[in-house]
């Protein structure tokens, strides 16, 4: 399962039409409550490392690819780390940073183009950080978010490398996580996967070293490393939902689908880290 997309209604960013347009700072981050996973690339393993459990999840039919998730919840649609509309961790993943911008595939054409939420609450005509200077140009604020998208989109790519690697060397398994709860109820979470440590052990030693110099197997291991947060994990579930038993359980904490082939161009169906998104 899927967590739904935080974007609400992302639409191309337009010099003409978004010309008279501001940003101001949102301290309310409710459009995130409902997400029990957050994609993640290689590059923020480290410190994403030090606050969730880092999983897999598979792909689709459509888009096959595997995409490491930053798991944020036991059930579906539930973030754990977002309290009274703020992000309750030391580290927030990109993901959630380049908000309410993304990249995305243009329709009927290979470019990709920026885009912008137009439902984001800090978005509004008076206050807050222009957009477009009066040249037209991207004002400095969305200039920084431009080379922002670019960056992610480089390390989605590094994201999609590592992943496929990994599968080919049938490093990946199947995951499934039985919750007991104090009050006697249990949770089953499924539909994600992690790294077989008996089969990275087994590795032939050229490949280890191989992953060793590629920065692999460092991240590898802080993936392993970051599954030691799932019992935190379930410290918050018991905080926050303890005291009202008979709440449904979920599925895997998975980002969002990859989009079908129609949906290609629609940037709120966003893609695993395979291409920029």
Not at 179 to 194: K, T
């Amino acid at each position: 399962m899927s967590s739904p997309t935080p974007y609400r209604e992302p639409v191309l960013l337009n010099a003409q039409l978004h010309r008279h347009k501001r940003l101001k700072p949102v301290d309310d981050l409710a459009m995130l409550a409902q997400s029990h996973g957050i994609y993640l690339n290689v590059v923020e393993f480290g410190p994403a490392s030090l606050a969730y459990p880092i999983i897999f999840v598979p792909g689709t039919a459509a888009n096959p690819q595997i995409a490491p998730v930053a798991m944020l919840g036991l059930r579906q649609n539930d973030n754990l780390f977002l309290v009274d509309g703020r992000w309750d961790a030391p580290y927030m993943p990109a993901y959630v940073r380049r908000m309410p911008y993304l990249s995305a595939p243009m329709a009927g054409t290979d470019q990709v183009g920026v885009y912008i939420d137009a439902q984001w609450p800090g978005l509004n005509d008076t206050e807050g950080e222009p957009l477009f200077g009066a040249d037209g140009e991207p004002a400095p604020a969305l200039q920084g978010a431009i080379e922002f998208l670019k960056a992610y989109d480089i390390e989605q790519r590094r994201t999609q490398q590592l992943c496929e690697r990994l599968k080919a060397l049938g490093l990946f398994t199947d995951m499934k996580a039985d919750v007991q709860l104090p009050d006697g109820s249990s949770l089953a979470i499924d539909g994600f996967m992690v790294i077989d440590e008996p089969k990275l052990a087994a590795l032939p030693e050229h490949v280890v070293i191989e992953l060793h110099r590629n920065g692999a197997l460092g991240l590898v291991h802080a993936h392993l490393v970051s599954l030691g947060h799932l019992q935190r994990l379930v410290d918050r579930h018991v905080q926050r939902h303890l005291l009202r038993p008979g709440t449904p359980a979920g599925a895997a904490p998975a980002a969002n689908d990859a989009p079908a082939a129609n949906d290609a161009a629609d940037p709120a169906a966003e893609p695993p880290p395979a291409t920029p998104g």
